[in-house]
């Protein structure tokens, strides 16, 4: 959306008004609750840890090619699954309307196939054939995934940040992600399907034992990093496999911290007032909002909570008051992802009047994953 402040200014014979607008990219996507639309299809999302948002289905994209056959060049287009190769197990569409298609490592990131065989950096993050504002999950990025569903107690252990440890890794994590692994419980709403794959010479093999899933992560010239599910598993399979094979693949998108303005107090008494955001992104995931306020710049006694909610303006009543007293005031927003600040506004309590003084402090400042400041006027 755009967002526009109009400044008047007076000459000796004119008045001129100009425009300045900022075009800001706003997230009204609520992870867990809203699908995504691609290809012809309405995906399901899940929220997984703090920070992913991933789709709970394996991605079906792009026109059928014979399980002997290789996508050929020019790599896929972003967003046009028109230009996708997939393959479906057994050579049956009715596989990949109900497993998710099967591609190459190359096709799945959108790279030309000599990447299947050669060195090829994506970009990070890669969107690959999955929609905007959603990528190709990396070997990092699979690991925060596993961590965020272990509670083994040797979890950083088990699902280390590195590119040496391999094999069949934590105790029952596997479980978490899928019905079909063993015990499987699905607690975390992966939804992983045990959809087999394509392999060496275009054989079909696996479904309904095993699955992998892409990473957009390359481990040498012709091979990748995936992660596996079972059916005689609970843990997780962490292995490299060679490019050219048919895997599944699932999107993911980073959830980030909400943005909130602060809005000038209305509804002014000598005792309450009304305190006023506006949450003009949620980062994917809908935070708890509240207003602030203190007798000191830039120090907050005191607050009062709306509760969780969408994009939006919002309001809470702030009590307590006395007459004659400047108050500050700032909009405070938390989800997930971390706390965001609105910047500081403030009002004095006279009888009789409902002026609001607004001012503006500071710029954005970050404080680990907390920002503090101004975030918008």
């Known amino acids: 959306m755009y967002k526009c402040k109009i400044i008047f200014g007076l000459t000796f014979l004119f008045t001129a008004i100009f425009f300045f607008c900022v075009y800001h990219t706003v997230d009204a996507f609520t992870c867990g609750t809203d699908t995504v639309s691609y290809g012809g299809k309405n995906y399901a999302t899940v929220q997984i840890g703090t920070t992913q948002c991933w789709f709970r289905e394996n991605l079906n994209v792009g026109t059928r090619i014979a399980g002997t056959a290789m996508p050929a060049d020019p790599a896929p287009t972003l967003d046009d699954p028109s230009t996708v190769s997939k393959w479906c197990y057994n050579n049956t569409e009715a596989n990949c309307t109900t497993d998710g298609g099967l591609y190459s490592w190359a096709e799945t990131n959108a790279l030309s196939s000599v990447c ?220 997930s992802a971390g706390t965001t600040y609105g910047s500081e506004t403030s009002f004095v309590v006279t009888v009789g009047s409902t002026r609001n003084t607004v001012k503006t402090r500071g710029t954005v400042k970050t404080r680990g994953d907390v920002k503090m400041g101004n975030i918008g006027n």
């Open 116 to 335: 299947n065989t050669t060195a090829c950096t994506p970009p990070a993050p890669n969107q690959g054939i999955c929609p905007t504002g959603w990528h190709i999950p990396t070997h990092d990025e699979y690991t925060t995934l596993e961590r965020a569903i272990c509670t083994s107690g040797t979890c950083a252990t088990d699902f280390p940040f590195d590119v040496t440890s391999l094999g069949w890794r934590g105790t029952n994590e596997g479980s978490k992600l899928s019905t079909f692994t063993l015990n499987g419980n699905n607690s975390s709403g992966f939804t992983g399907l045990l959809a087999g794959g394509r392999y060496t010479g275009g054989s079909f093999s696996d479904r309904g034992a095993y699955t992998s899933l892409w990473s957009a992560s390359a481990q040498l010239a012709s091979n990748a990093w995936a992660r596996g599910l079972g059916s005689v598993q609970a843990k997780i399979d962490r292995n490299a496999y060679t490019k050219t094979y048919g895997f599944t693949v699932r999107c993911v998108k980073v959830i980030t911290t909400s943005i909130v303005t602060t809005d000038a107090v209305t509804s002014i008494t000598s005792t309450t007032a009304v305190g006023n955001g506006m949450v003009t992104d949620t980062g994917g995931n809908n935070p708890t909002r509240y207003i602030e306020w203190g007798t000191t710049s830039g120090s907050y006694s005191n607050s009062c909570s709306a509760g969780a909610g969408s994009m939006g303006a919002y309001s809470c009543s702030m009590t307590g008051l006395s007459v004659g007293t400047t108050y500050y005031v700032r909009a405070k927003v938390v989800n």
